[in-house]
């Protein structure tokens, strides 16, 4: 499996996706987990970011707004996305880190306004 992430896809301004991502166990187990996303044009940018312990931190740009979460038993890290703004247009990827990068194939979110 590695990373494989679901879920994008159109949405109207103000609306909300969930975004998942499964992981294999030898890189989700207590270890942080994030989501990055990459706006056409420009850098990839984090996210959102989520340890084992669940401590949780967020660009300022979707603070308010996106929610990381984990499922321990299941081996996944979400993203709900609500109130969607057209800036947040961008391929999404998750990511972790185990002896190396592993980056998920990127679902891409599309906002209409």
């Known amino acids: 499996v590695q990373l494989q992430a679901s879920g994008g896809g159109l949405v109207q301004a103000g609306g909300s996706l969930r975004l998942s991502c499964a992981a294999s166990?030898?890189?989700?187990?207590?270890?942080?987990m994030s989501w990055y996303r990459q706006a056409p044009g420009k850098e990839r940018e984090l996210v959102a970011t989520?340890?084992?312990?669940?401590?949780?931190n967020y660009a300022d740009s979707v603070k308010g707004r996106f929610t990381i979460s984990r499922d321990n038993a299941q081996n996944t890290v979400a993203l709900q996305m609500n109130s969607l703004k057209p800036e947040d247009t961008a391929v999404y990827y998750c990511?972790?880190?185990?002896?190396?990068?592993?980056w998920g194939q990127g679902t891409l979110v599309t906002v209409s306004s």
């Open positions: 990511y972790g880190w185990s002896g190396h990068e592993y």
């Open positions: 166990r030898s890189i989700f187990s207590g270890k942080t």
């Open positions: 989520i340890t084992s312990g669940g401590q949780i």
